[in-house]
Nanobody, 125 residues
Framework: QLQLVESGGGLVQPGGSLRLSCAAS????????IGWFRQAPGKEREGVAC????????KYTDSAKGRFTIPRDNAKNTVYLQMNSLKPEDTAVYYC??????????????????WGQGTQVTVSS
């Protein structure tokens, strides 16, 4: 059974950076597509970034384009969300998710079976 644990959240000032980690155990992440999602208070969960099993393509929500990247390190069984130029509206609980999509190039914001517990990101001065 695949288990995911997020870490790296915290309080950061606007314009700052954070790198979130999604560490896997139980299975190797090589075979999984990974998505990062977030949920702000009173809002629905939204997809932020995803990466296919093969490592490309990647996809980003419009608000994340140019600021976030989603590198994966299969040797460490970890996928990251590098967040730069953070804004107060990025404040949310961030979750990573994984799935064994049949298509190795599939990168979507739905249909994930495995989820982490989330990590809080707060962007405030």
């Amino acid at each position: 059974q695949l288990q995911l644990v997020e870490s790296g959240g915290g309080l950061v000032q606007p314009g700052g950076s954070l790198r979130l980690s999604c560490a896997a155990s139980g299975r190797t992440l090589d075979y999984y597509a990974i998505g990062w999602f977030r949920q702000a208070p009173g809002k629905e969960r939204e997809g932020v970034a995803c990466i296919s099993r093969r490592g490309r393509p990647t996809k980003y929500t419009d608000s994340a384009k140019g600021r976030f990247t989603i590198p994966r390190d299969n040797a460490k069984n970890t996928v990251y969300l590098q967040m730069n130029s953070l804004k107060p509206e990025d404040t949310a609980v961030y979750y990573c998710a994984a799935d064994l999509f049949n298509d190795q190039d599939m990168c979507v914001f739905s249909g994930y079976d495995y989820w982490g517990q989330g990590t809080q990101v707060t962007v405030s001065s």
